[in-house]
């Protein structure tokens, strides 16, 4: 996030949600938005195929069909230029490449954003008034944007609407995207990407192998200048060859990767796997070998937030059984990688693995990751609130980026198309199916499963369907539908709901029995190869 939680529930005068069902995803926070409604009057403007329970609060719900954001973003965009609303002074200041991006904007008149997105015209053009004329706006999405093959470009999109209308780098406004798990963030920030270091230093950069192989004792040519590979690339690659091994550290592949049939097979096919979890999960099956971790509650660390904020995490009860600290782990392994000579290494990595404490961890991590420089645990323990980029110990953190220039300087605006997803629905599939997760479970439920209370709050998967579809399928009160792509089917109880427009269906995968995972697809974003899980097509059945 460019701005923080308590930052946006303060100070947004108006705030766009696009794409996260932020009440039911990330609780606390949809709470802190519906209070800035009701408490003070903030608007709220809800882009949203489904009417999730935040459409309640809102002042305006946009029902785009699910695939067409790019469309409704640039429509939009269109009617703020067209009406002199944009904040030309930032733009100008600030911004650049604006004749390209609006020689693409001009392409999106009102009548054929409502045709490619369903929206009406009229709530079009109120959304653009909104957005137009209330400063300062923060835009918010989650996973509803990002998971389709045009992730990254829906992102990009996102961005040209807050330079456009000049609500970067002020408090109440900014990019805010809700990461999806509790340490998405900080992964990514240490280096748990295939094409960079830590801080999004470039493992291309020749500069930034230097100094890698520098700390970590290594000669330049042992760190490979090539982008590794996502977990949508090694999967596929079980099948092929290219891929042969697979260390699987707290992910649940069989639960949460698209089209689980295809997923099983590539898992059968792997030379060896190591899982390490906390519980036996439906991955567990197709490991040779199981690493005990620890659970949240019996860490000790750093977790970094959505809002780039780094917190200390503490141990609250004793590890079970023989369940040790992640790093704990890790480290093992790579001593014993080390010691059986597997890759020729200079004799000053063998210490670079001793860690005793994971302060020593966040030592290295401070002298190698620029935005952490200042971010200690002494510092985090004596209750300090650092948000990075926090580069000395001086530093008092950053809670709002952007706020004197863009990184690159200035920000470029992005001429970007409206792209169809990747599978549209016919006749042999006429339905749109959409995922995601529900409040009472988490991601593959192995946690929220064995919860008693939550299981019997939701105790069952369901498919949402809406009363038009149910009442032409002839489903039953409590029936059962089979729902079918061209990869598998499942079967569950319908839940009829206007929550789900018509000719679209809403599954979640928490399940095993009936993960919506089976009926999704590979399709991935060219560029950040994420897969397309929110626009499949399927077939509805009653059973």
């Known amino acids: 996030m460019s701005n923080s939680m308590d930052d946006i529930a303060e100070f947004a005068e108006l705030v766009f949600v696009i794409g996260s069902n932020t009440t039911e995803q990330h609780p606390v926070f949809g709470a802190m938005l ?79 954003v409502s045709e490619i997105t369903g929206i009406p015209e009229v709530k079009l053009r109120q959304a653009a008034e909104l957005m137009g004329n209330t400063r300062p706006m923060a835009v918010i999405w989650a996973m509803g944007i ?34 999806g798990q509790n340490n998405v963030q900080g992964a990514c920030d240490v280096g748990g990407l295939p094409n960079v270091y ?31 590979k996502t977990v949508t690339e090694l999967m596929p690659g079980l099948l092929n060859g290219s891929t042969r091994a697979l260390y699987i550290l707290a992910e649940d592949p069989i639960m949460s990767d698209p089209d689980t049939g295809h997923i099983r097979k590539c898992l059968q096919a792997a030379d060896f796997i190591a899982l390490q979890e906390i519980f036996p999960t439906e991955t567990a099956h197709y490991a040779d070998v199981l690493l005990p ?21 503490r141990p609250a009860i004793t590890p079970p059984g023989e369940a040790r600290q992640d790093w704990q782990i890790i480290r093992d392994v790579a001593q014993g990688i080390l010691s059986a000579g597997t890759r020729p290494v200079a004799p000053a990595a063998w210490s670079g693995w001793d860690y005793e404490t994971p302060s020593q961890i966040m030592d290295e991590i401070n002298a190698l990751t620029p935005s952490y420089g200042g971010i200690t645990h002494a510092r985090l323990e004596q209750g300090e609130r650092l948000q990075w980029p926090c580069p000395t110990l001086l530093h008092p953190g950053t809670p709002i980026l952007h706020t004197q220039g863009f990184t690159r300087g200035k920000g470029r605006f992005m001429p ?26 988490w991601h593959g439920g192995e946690m929220t499963r064995r919860a008693q209370n939550l299981l019997a709050l ?61 009926l999704t697809q590979a399709a991935l974003d060219p560029i950040a190869k994420i897969p397309e899980y929110k626009v499949t097509a399927v077939r509805v059945e009653a059973e």
Not at 150 to 171: C, D, E, F, K, R
Not at 477 to 499: E, F, L, M, N, Y
């Open 458 to 518: 939701y105790s069952e998967p369901l498919i949402e369907i809406n009363a038009e579809d149910a009442a032409r399928l002839r489903l039953a009160p409590q029936s059962h539908v089979r729902v079918s792509s061209r990869r598998g089917q499942i079967s569950a109880k319908a839940w009829v709901t206007d929550r789900v427009p018509p000719g679209m269906v809403y599954a979640n995968f928490h399940f095993p029995h009936a993960s919506a995972n089976e």
């Open 416 to 441: 970007i198309e409206h792209i169809p997803p990747a599978e549209k629905p016919d006749d042999a599939y006429p339905f749109v199916l959409s995922t995601g997760r529900v409040l009472y479970h």
């Open 293 to 313: 971790g620890v659970t949240f509650a019996e860490k000790y660390g750093t977790f970094t937030n959505t809002e780039r904020r780094v917190q200390m995490v």
């Open 198 to 228: 830590p801080a999004d230093q470039p493992v291309t950069s020749p500069q930034a192998r230097r100094t890698f192989a520098a700390a970590w004792g290594m000669a330049e040519e042992q760190l490979s200048g090539e982008v590794g």
């Open 34 to 112: 519906r209070q800035a409604v009701k408490q003070r009057g903030a608007k709220l403007i809800v882009a949203d195929p489904r009417r999730i329970d935040l459409t309640e609060f809102a002042t305006l719900h946009l029902r785009q069909r699910p695939g067409t954001d790019i469309a409704l973003l640039n429509g939009l965009m269109h009617l703020i230029l067209q009406n002199n609303w944009h904040n030309s002074a930032f733009m100008a200041e600030r911004c650049e490449n604006f004749e390209e991006f609006e020689e693409t904007i001009r392409r999106y008149p009102p009548a054929l």
């Open 146 to 179: 990002t998971q389709h093959i045009t992730g990254v470009h829906n992102v990009m999109s996102l961005a040209n609407l807050q330079m456009l209308t000049g609500n970067m780098g002020i408090p109440g406004g900014g990019v805010n995207p809700l990461r």
